[in-house]
């Protein structure tokens, strides 16, 4: 069954041009300058990314004498060990994979029946709650923060125990929310409504059309939204520096903070490198395998990076 | 269909909880925590006491604060001008029709998706390093370093402007490519260069996309923090403070500048900054007046 997605109508575009086109020396001459910048840009990304691999997998007085790269004692894959043991990261490491993977989930609950009644049904409030979820995505942190620090602290809920991290997840939740649900809504409303007529007719309650044919149908798009999602929520620094407050409690990018800032009297270097990896690692390993989906996402249905 | 209401407040009922107890409630509650006297954040609101537009003229006349503010407009501005100069430069670059398109698009985007600590760090100890960094030249040929107060903020705009360039690149690549390629066939017959190309087709067609790029560029400039905090070497950096950091030092942190406690500047603080994307947001709606064209 075709799903109406805008989104994957391009790469089909494209190979049918390049099937036309062959290779046309003129052409690509032509195009020569662009080659090179945006080659010099990449190539710096590489360097960027791929001395820091190298630094994770050398020892701190090579990093410190420039010879990143050249490995002279060889590959030292034993920082990875140190720094998951010792120093913190396999719990920030836990944390963050904790607290993603439990807002991811619950924001597909929460978002999609309400982003599918938004799309479907004529109620009142409805426009009022489209252009509510729409404003929120241009609210910036600093005008929700306060009251959401009092309100936590008044209940007593970073108390660094289950109850803080009941609050982070939350969090995580709440400001994904509005995110989320327009990204879907606009996904619900792209699907056909053959769907559920027929169902209607054949005597289906609403609420079974929804989770029995609707969510299913939906499922690229919550892919999708539930890899930015994801990658938001493990990035997520300023609100986990003011509700984490604890290393026990700590996501990965507070936590890398907090290991940088104390590397300056521990002076392992290269295991802050190999940590600085580890962080990296998850999102990056998505983004090998799911970068086209990631990049269609970006402009398809979303408005946020 | 028939109409169910039942199902409709199920359905709406928990994000609805969610967005009213993370955004509707605070933000009510910030703009009117913005007009009283409150000498702790936890304080209940019958501890407040209200003081008028005290707390924003007290701000305006903050020296840290003008600072952060104007660190802030210069990193929206100069660093607006050099991502959305970049990002639109790759984009048409990218949609000239070279080889290789989805994966020079790929790494583009990359930076994005990395954590900004973990690139504050690369940037900080690889690129900017004065031992073995790879723009030290720059700086040795001028006799300075990339890390000392005088040129701190350069490097972090560089830094900075580098991890945005991919997703503003996107926006405009998805903008050009909606463009029908009949235009650009029509300017080829009249005998347009790919200069007047770009400059009267591809640009004059991609006012909207301008706008989102530039709305989305303020609301995270609005929320800039993590790389302040991490090129700041004090606890409230001047050379690179920004308003968040000065909210963050002013409420919850230990910070060295803080004169007074008082959460209702915290509070104004973020009036200010939303004011500043209402700003921007209505001044490119004016300015780039929506294309009626359809393409």
């Known amino acids: 069954m075709p799903i109406p997605a805008p989104v994957q109508a391009a790469p089909e575009k494209e190979n049918v041009r390049k099937l036309r086109e062959p290779l046309h020396s003129h052409k690509q001459l032509k195009l020569l300058p662009g080659y090179i910048i945006i080659t010099v840009w990449v190539l710096f990304t590489f360097m960027l990314l791929g001395w820091v691999l190298c630094a994770s997998l050398s020892t701190t007085p090579e990093i410190f004498k420039g010879a990143v790269g050249t490995f002279p004692s060889g590959l030292h894959f034993e920082n990875y060990v140190k720094a998951w043991g010792s120093q913190n990261v396999s719990r920030i490491f836990m ?53 959401l620090f009092c309100l936590v602290a008044q209940m007593n809920m970073m108390d660094n125990g289950i109850r803080n991290r009941i609050v982070l997840i939350f969090l995580y939740i709440g400001i994904n929310v509005p995110y989320t649900t327009i990204f879907l809504l606009t996904f619900f409303a792209n699907l056909s409504r053959s769907f559920e007529e027929a169902a209607s007719i054949d005597g289906c309650p609403p609420v079974k059309i929804f989770w029995k044919i609707m969510f299913p149908m939906a499922q690229p798009g919550i892919i999708t939204v539930t890899i930015f999602n994801f990658i938001n929520i493990w990035n997520e620094y300023f609100l986990s520096l003011i509700f984490a407050n604890s290393d026990q409690m ?54 946020k990076g | ?183 650009f066939e029509a300017g080829r017959i009249d005998g347009t260069n790919q200069f007047t190309q770009f400059r009267y087709i591809t640009l004059s067609l991609l006012k909207g996309v301008f706008k989102t790029n530039i709305t989305m560029w303020s609301i995270t400039s609005a929320g800039f923090f993590v790389w302040s905090q991490l090129f700041s070497s004090v606890t409230t950096d001047t050379t690179v403070i920004t308003p968040l950091v000065y909210l963050y030092a002013q409420t919850f942190g230990s910070g060295n500048t803080v004169t007074e406690r008082n959460a209702g500047l915290g509070a104004a603080i973020g009036i200010v900054l939303a004011i500043f994307v209402v700003i921007v947001f209505w001044v490119c709606n004016t300015a780039l007046k929506d294309d009626d064209l359809e393409f």
């Open chain 1, 95 to 147: 944390n963050s994979l904790g607290y993603s993977i439990i807002s991811c989930f619950a924001l597909i609950f929460i978002c999609a029946p309400c982003a599918y009644a938004l799309s479907r049904f004529k109620f009142w409030g409805n426009k009022a709650m489209q252009s509510g979820f729409v404003a929120a995505m241009g609210v910036p942190v600093a005008m929700i923060v306060l009251p």
């Open chain 1, 250 to 303: 700590r996501p990965v990018a507070v936590g890398l903070y907090s290991m940088i800032n104390s590397m300056k009297y521990t002076g392992d270097w290269s295991g802050m490198f190999a940590a600085v990896v580890i962080v990296f690692l998850p999102t990056f390993l998505l983004y090998i395998f799911l970068s086209e989906k990631i990049i269609a996402g970006v402009t398809a249905g979303g408005v």
């Open chain 2, 1 to 183: 269909m028939k109409r169910n209401k039942g199902m409709i407040v199920a359905f709406i009922l928990p994000a609805l909880f969610f967005f009213a107890l993370t955004f509707v409630y605070p933000i009510i509650r910030t703009i009117l925590m913005s007009f009283f006297r409150i000498d702790n954040v936890t304080a209940s609101m019958a501890q407040w006491q209200f003081s008028g537009i005290d707390n924003y003229t007290k701000l305006l006349s903050t020296p840290v604060f003008k600072t952060a503010l104007l660190n802030l407009l210069k990193i929206w501005l100069f660093g607006g001008v050099i991502v959305m100069a970049l990002a639109l430069l790759f984009a048409v670059i990218l949609s000239s029709g070279i080889r290789g398109k989805k994966f020079f698009r790929a790494v583009i985007y990359l930076p994005n998706i990395v954590s900004a600590v973990a690139l504050a760090v690369m940037w900080q100890q690889y690129v900017f390093s004065n031992q073995y960094g790879l723009l030290k030249p720059i700086a040795d040929a001028g006799g300075w370093q990339w890390l000392d107060p005088e040129h701190k903020f350069l490097a972090l705009l560089l830094a900075y402007c580098f991890g945005m360039v991919g997703y503003h690149m996107l926006i405009f690549l998805s903008g050009i490519e909606r463009i029908s390629t009949d235009y």
